[in-house]
């Protein structure tokens, strides 16, 4: 059974940073490209970055480019986004994302940008 576990979540302040980690089970991790998605109050989910299989390649949304980066340690089964400068426009539920046979999605994790 596939399963993805996001942490790392919490409030942090304007400027600070947070590093967000999920877990992977289930699925052969080292075989798949992984992404993160976050979802803002009132806002559709969109597409923060991805990582290729085996790391070589990531890909990020212009609005946290410079600033997010995602990693992946294959060994651990687990993806990694690490957010510097956050905003209060970052404040969101931060989501793992992999497609497989199917669409699988962990169950999120709050991150809160607020003075």
């Known amino acids: 059974q596939v399963r993805l576990v996001e942490s790392g979540g919490g409030l942090v302040q304007p400027g600070g940073s947070l590093r967000l980690a999920c877990t992977a089970s289930?699925?052969?991790?080292?075989?798949?490209?992984m992404s993160w998605y976050r979802q803002g109050p009132g806002k559709e989910r969109e597409l923060v970055g991805h990582?290729?299989?085996?790391?070589?390649?990531?890909n990020y949304a212009d609005s946290v480019k410079g600033r997010f980066t995602i990693s992946r340690d294959n060994d651990k089964n687990t993806v990694y986004l690490q957010m510097n400068s956050l905003k209060p426009d970052d404040t969101a539920a931060y989501y793992c994302?992999?497609?497989?046979?199917?669409?699988?999605w962990g169950r999120g994790t709050q991150v809160t940008v607020s003075s």
């Open positions: 994302h992999f497609m497989g046979a199917g669409s699988s």
């Open positions: 289930g699925f052969t991790f080292r075989d798949y490209t």
């Open positions: 990582i290729s299989a085996v790391g070589e390649a990531t």
